[in-house]
């Protein structure tokens, strides 16, 4: 079956520590997008991919890094410099640009 | 992008039809309706998009008012598994972003 898969679905780390999540989609799209999404909130982007090896940062991008190296992935990497790292963590992907997005089902992220 | 104005909840009776609106009266020419659904703890799921004309998908229908200012997602006959929360996004054509705001918490009663 096609689609967009994160793992793990829950993530526990230590203050001060880095943790990458995983995103794999093998539906063949070229945009890729990072979101995270706080009790009770909308989502807000973090960073997006429209071709392999190219990245923008979007709106709250600071504490975190991404990598495009192939087409099928885009992983995330929470970095220690992120003050607020708790949240719900979704993964997308589009054909093209920003058109219809497919999500992933999430990962959630606590530190504890 | 234009801002979106959405209820933030909602009820609506199994069976019959939910009705969710949205105001968008700061919307452009070029701008995109889009409506998504996030079920809880899962990712958004998008239903259906349009500019201006009315369109259908086996989701929902969406009804464009002809001043563009305001929009309804209807979902046909809601069931329990519709309960979720829905966010209405107004995207400008080659605008990078999709902005999701806080949406409508839809229930369905059984």
């Known amino acids: 079956d096609g689609g967009i898969t994160q793992s793990p679905k829950y993530l526990f780390r230590k203050e001060g520590q880095n943790v990458t999540l995983s995103c794999e989609q093998n539906?063949?799209?070229?945009?890729m997008y990072w979101y995270r999404q706080d009790p009770g909130q909308g989502l807000r982007l973090i960073y997006y991919s429209q071709i392999v090896n190219d990245f923008q940062k979007g709106d709250i991008a600071e504490g975190y890094s991404v990598s495009r190296e192939k087409k099928e992935s885009f992983p995330l990497t929470v970095t220690s410099a992120q003050k607020n790292p708790t949240a719900f963590y979704l993964c997308?992907?589009?054909?093209?640009?920003?058109?219809?997005?497919?999500f992933g089902p999430g990962t959630r992220l606590t530190v504890l | 992008d234009a801002k979106t104005t959405q209820p933030p909840s909602m009820d609506c009776a199994e069976g019959r039809a939910a009705n969710l609106p949205c105001n968008h009266s700061?919307?452009?020419?070029?701008?995109?309706v889009y409506w998504y659904r996030q079920i809880h703890s899962q990712g958004p799921q998008y239903i259906i998009h349009g500019l201006k004309n009315n369109e259908t998908n086996e989701m929902a229908s969406l009804i464009i008012t002809e001043d563009r200012k305001s929009s309804t997602l209807i979902l046909p006959h809601a069931t329990l598994r519709d309960t979720a929360v829905y966010y209405c996004?107004?995207?400008?054509?080659?605008?990078?972003?999709?902005?999701f705001g806080t949406g409508t918490r839809l229930t369905i009663i059984p």
């Open positions: 996004i107004v995207r400008r054509v080659g605008n990078e972003k999709l902005t």
């Open positions: 700061t919307i452009s020419g070029n701008e995109y």
């Open positions: 539906l063949n799209h070229d945009a």
């Open positions: 997308a992907s589009s054909i093209e640009g920003w058109g219809e997005q497919f």
